[in-house]
């Protein structure tokens, strides 16, 4: 009969003290939620006028390549006549609606690698134009489900939504 292959095999004993010490160095932490998103705009309107309100995102730790804005506003007292996207930082748009019987805004841009990073200051996602129905406050709110993806491992990073109040008047 024959012998197995694994029979010509010499194994030879392992010195465990002899042995250099390994080191694990951990993985780097990423940076903690830092990104924010905010609207800005004038604090008192006419009833009837055309209102600015600019999207602003800032990214300063890390760069991002995904920005998701859904923004609440009370639609009995504006309604959106439009959202331009002129001047955006975000190159590719998936979506950019409105639905003023509802009250929701949704914008979904994205940036490819490396992302976009601003530099310290928020940068223009877009400008949303209101015409202003009824006179009120009128809170611009961002719904909870709005993000801001890094780009290095598309961890949501946003830590912190600012709205705004916008008073209209007779």
Known sequence: TGTAWFDDITVEPY???SAATPTVTPAPTPNPASATFSLQSG???????????????????????????????PADLLSVSKIDTTGSFVTNWT???????AGTISLVGAVPNPGYKTSGSPALLATVYFTS?????????????????RNSDNVNILAKTT?????INP
């Open 15 to 17: 010195n465990l003290t």
């Open 43 to 73: 604090t008192s309107y006419p009833q009837g006028t055309q209102i600015p309100v600019k999207i602003m995102a800032e990214t300063s730790t890390d760069s991002a390549n995904t920005f998701v804005g859904k923004i609440n506003f």
């Open 95 to 101: 979506e950019n609606y409105y639905n003023n019987t």
């Open 133 to 149: 129905k009824a006179s009120g406050t009128a809170n611009l709110t961002f719904d909870p489900t709005s993000v801001i993806y």
């Open 163 to 167: 709205g705004t109040s916008i008073t």
